[in-house]
């Protein structure tokens, strides 16, 4: 608990000094960029010569725009509301160098990102557009390091940030959540969300009931990729996932050696990441290919699918895997 505090501590002392310097941003909020559709209109005379209709055409009626609980406005307090047909769940992997997927991306009804992945200078592969970025608590000093691309060009952008209670408890004593809400009055347009305390532990049990692995007791960390593949089961109906590998492909001894992050081309060797993390018993870590695991089960019966590199999980007879509703 005390090491958790530090940590917490010491990302809000950077973010305190951070916000001073936040008063003299300049934000867009030039249009609200929201895509509408438009309804054909009816020609002035019919192919047949004879007059157009008088009658108004009915308009179908729109239908509600699911809320989805757990995830609460800083500002407002109020539940996230938000649906997406297909999404394309862009992660951060050096798989995606070179990929040129960028156009197929921004096709998506929505685009997901995880903490501080950028897209400018990127763009022919990861695409441009963001419609959801879930951010770690840990993450936020570096979000707001890049503020001038993740936060000001942001008036469309939902942030969905996670992290334990003693950084987000809102008695006045969760330093990460009171620095939200300090960005959110800076920067009012932002619609900046928390994952709450039930949904967290809803989390961990959805983590336990998956795999039979405590996460406290295993000392282990569910990852930023664990939280939005969750969140994007309960918010997309199709989920395109770029750049995620199969479980066993770190295994082979044949697989390529690239970056853990696209936009650290000299960083560390992503496989190297997912098994030191897989195989260590001490201290914090996250369980990479068990959560990858996981997800390949989850495809299995839900309308999820892999790119870059192309792959489906292997069928298994007799099997059924669970779906992760509600998470």
């Given at each position: 608990?005390?090491?958790?505090?530090?940590?917490?501590?010491g990302v809000?002392?950077?973010?305190?000094?951070?916000?001073?310097?936040?008063?003299?941003?300049?934000?867009?909020?030039?249009?609200?960029?929201?895509r509408?559709?438009s309804?054909?209109?009816?020609?002035?005379?019919?192919?047949?010569?004879?007059?157009?209709?008088?009658?108004?055409?009915?308009?179908?009626?729109?239908?509600?725009t699911?809320?989805?609980?757990g995830?609460?406005?800083?500002?407002?307090?109020?539940?996230?509301?938000?649906?997406?047909?297909?999404?394309?769940?862009?992660?951060?992997?050096g798989?995606?160098?070179?990929?040129?997927?960028?156009?197929?991306?921004?096709?998506?009804?929505c685009?997901?990102r995880?903490?501080?992945a950028?897209?400018?200078?990127?763009?022919?592969?990861?695409?441009?557009?963001?419609?959801?970025?879930v951010?770690?608590?840990?993450?936020?000093?570096?979000?707001?390091?890049?503020?001038?691309?993740l936060?000001?060009?942001?008036?469309?952008?939902?942030?969905?940030?996670?992290?334990?209670?003693?950084?987000?408890?809102r008695?006045?004593?969760?330093?990460?959540?009171?620095?939200?809400?300090?960005?959110?009055q800076?920067?009012?347009?932002?619609?900046?969300?928390?994952?709450?305390?039930?949904?967290?532990?809803?989390?961990?049990?959805?983590f336990k009931?998956?795999?039979g692995?405590?996460r406290?007791?295993s000392?282990?960390w569910?990852?930023?990729?664990?939280?939005?593949?969750?969140?994007?089961?309960e918010?997309?109906?199709?989920?395109?996932?770029?750049?995620?590998?199969?479980?066993d492909?770190?295994?082979?001894?044949?697989?390529?050696s690239?970056?853990?992050?696209?936009?650290?081309?000299?960083?560390?060797?992503?496989?190297?990441?997912y098994?030191?993390?897989e195989?260590?018993?001490?201290?914090?870590?996250?369980?990479?290919?068990?959560?990858?695991?996981?997800?390949?089960?989850?495809a299995?019966?839900?309308?999820?699918?892999?790119?870059?590199?192309?792959?489906?999980?292997?069928?298994?007879?007799?099997?059924?895997?669970?779906?992760?509703?509600?998470?």
């Amino acid at each position: 608990m005390k090491m958790k505090i530090r940590v917490c501590q010491g990302v809000s002392g950077i973010i305190l000094v951070t916000m001073v310097t936040s008063f003299m941003l300049v934000y867009n909020n030039s249009g609200s960029g929201d895509r509408s559709s438009s309804s054909s209109s009816l020609s002035s005379q019919r192919l047949d010569g004879s007059a157009p209709s008088t009658k108004k055409p009915e308009r179908p009626q729109r239908l509600p725009t699911p809320t989805l609980e757990g995830y609460t406005g800083v500002m407002d307090h109020k539940p996230l509301k938000m649906h997406c047909r297909t999404c394309a769940l862009v992660t951060s992997s050096g798989q995606l160098t070179g990929s040129r997927r960028g156009e197929e991306i921004d096709s998506s009804d929505c685009v997901i990102r995880m903490n501080d992945a950028p897209s400018i200078s990127y763009q022919q592969d990861v695409g441009r557009r963001t419609s959801l970025r879930v951010v770690a608590h840990s993450s936020l000093q570096r979000v707001l390091r890049s503020r001038q691309e993740l936060l000001n060009a942001s008036q469309n952008t939902v942030f969905i940030f996670w992290g334990p209670s003693s950084c987000m408890r809102r008695d006045g004593k969760g330093h990460v959540y009171n620095n939200l809400r300090l960005l959110n009055q800076l920067l009012p347009t932002l619609q900046v969300y928390i994952i709450s305390r039930i949904k967290m532990l809803k989390f961990d049990e959805l983590f336990k009931n998956e795999t039979g692995i405590d996460r406290k007791r295993s000392n282990s960390w569910l990852s930023t990729g664990w939280f939005t593949m969750a969140i994007a089961v309960e918010l997309c109906d199709r989920i395109n996932v770029y750049g995620m590998v199969p479980p066993d492909f770190c295994r082979s001894s044949s697989h390529p050696s690239l970056p853990y992050h696209y936009y650290e081309p000299s960083g560390p060797d992503e496989c190297s990441m997912y098994l030191s993390h897989e195989r260590s018993r001490r201290g914090s870590h996250h369980r990479f290919i068990t959560e990858k695991a996981v997800f390949a089960n989850w495809a299995r019966t839900l309308d999820i699918h892999f790119h870059q590199p192309d792959w489906k999980p292997a069928a298994v007879n007799g099997s059924h895997a669970p779906v992760p509703a509600g998470s």
